[in-house]
């Protein structure tokens, strides 16, 4: 597994795995105009050449970022 930065290729997995999460409220929707707007603020943790989670950061005021829009394929066990 790696991580790298996104790019638009990635936006429709990137949607599909933040939809995965939004409709329970665990992670709020975004839409597929808005990743596709925001994709280089996200990051991608790749697998076998398959994007299986990503994760995004949104300034909140200097220094501090917020987390936001992470999500994976993967269950705690």
Known sequence: MRTRE???PDA???HQLISNYSGDGTLLPRSFAEICENVRDFIVLENV??????GALAPGGNPVYHGRSRASRFRRR
Do not use: D
């Open 6 to 8: 996104a790019v638009l």
């Open 12 to 14: 429709e997995r990137i």
């Open 49 to 54: 050449g398959r994007v299986v989670g990503c």
